[in-house]
C-alpha cells in the first residue's frame, strides 16, 4: 500500500514570500488533516478535511493560511505572505472515515522562511 | 493549561535502563489515547495505544487513570534504538479522530 506523499521535501523562501505544498493521501481515506510542527513541540492540527468539506479549521492563521481538496483527494496548503515563524515541518495525514486508528502520516515539507 | 502536557526531556539513560513517561490532559472527555515515536527529521508513527486496563507489547507498557487524566509509557531494557522523542497523544479534544499531541519527551539511549 502506497503511503501518503508529500512534495516538495525541502522548501527555503524569503518572508512575505509564498509557498505551496501538496499532500496525495493513501487511497480510500477519506478523512485529511495538515498539521504544522515546530522545532522541539508536538504537531499542531491545522485543518481537517472530511472528503473535499472542511471540519476543523479552527487553528488555521486564515489571514494568511488557505488549504484545498477540491476533489476529495489530493490537497494543497499554501502560505501567503509567509513570516519567519511559519518555519516548521508541514505534515499531511490521512485516515479512514471516523476512525482515529491507522493514521498514516507522510514524511512532512520542511519549511524556512529567512 | 495545555490540552496535553508531557515531562521535559530529555532524557539520558543508558542501555539496559528502564525508563517512564508520563503524560497528563486536560480534557476528561478525551476518548482515545495513545503514544506515538518520533524519530529525528521523520514523521511520528503509532507506537500503540493506551488501555484503562494497561497494555504490554513487548518492552513497552502502557497505562491509562481517567481518574487522573494520566497516562504512562514505561520502557524496560532500553535498547540504542530506542532513542527517539515519544509524543503522547489523544482524541475527543478536537473531534473523535482528530489527534492532539504533546509537546514530546526525548530519549537518548547510550552505550
Known amino acids: 500500500e502506497a503511503g501518503v506523499a508529500q512534495s516538495p521535501r525541502y522548501k527555503i523562501i524569503e518572508k512575505r514570500q509564498s509557498v505551496a505544498f501538496w499532500c496525495n493521501p493513501i487511497s480510500g481515506h477519506a478523512t485529511l488533516y495538515w498539521y504544522q510542527q515546530i522545532l522541539g513541540q508536538g504537531p499542531k492540527l491545522l485543518i481537517q478535511f472530511q472528503n473535499n468539506g472542511v471540519v476543523d479549521d479552527s487553528q488555521l492563521p486564515k489571514d494568511r493560511f488557505s488549504a484545498e481538496r477540491l476533489k476529495g483527494v489530493d490537497s494543497t496548503l499554501k502560505i501567503q505572505p509567509a513570516k519567519l515563524e511559519d518555519s516548521a515541518v508541514y505534515l499531511c495525514a490521512s485516515s479512514q472515515t471516523g476512525s482515529n486508528y491507522g493514521y498514516t502520516f507522510g514524511s512532512g515539507t520542511r519549511l524556512t522562511v529567512v | 493549561r495545555k490540552e496535553v502536557e508531557q515531562d521535559p526531556g530529555p532524557f539520558n539513560v543508558p542501555e539496559g535502563a528502564t525508563v517512564a513517561f508520563n503524560c497528563t490532559y486536560s480534557?476528561?472527555?478525551?476518548?482515545?489515547f495513545f503514544w506515538y515515536r518520533q524519530d529525528c527529521r521523520k514523521e511520528p508513527k503509532l507506537l500503540m495505544s493506551v488501555y484503562s486496563s494497561g497494555n504490554e507489547d513487548g518492552r513497552f507498557t502502557a497505562q491509562l487513570n481517567r481518574a487522573s487524566q494520566y497516562i504512562s509509557l514505561l520502557i524496560r531494557d532500553s535498547k540504542l534504538s530506542d532513542s527517539a522523542t515519544y509524543l503522547c497523544v489523544v482524541t475527543g479534544e478536537r473531534g473523535y479522530s482528530t489527534l492532539t499531541f504533546g509537546k514530546g519527551t526525548m530519549l537518548l539511549v547510550s552505550p
Open positions: 480534557n476528561s472527555a478525551s476518548q482515545s
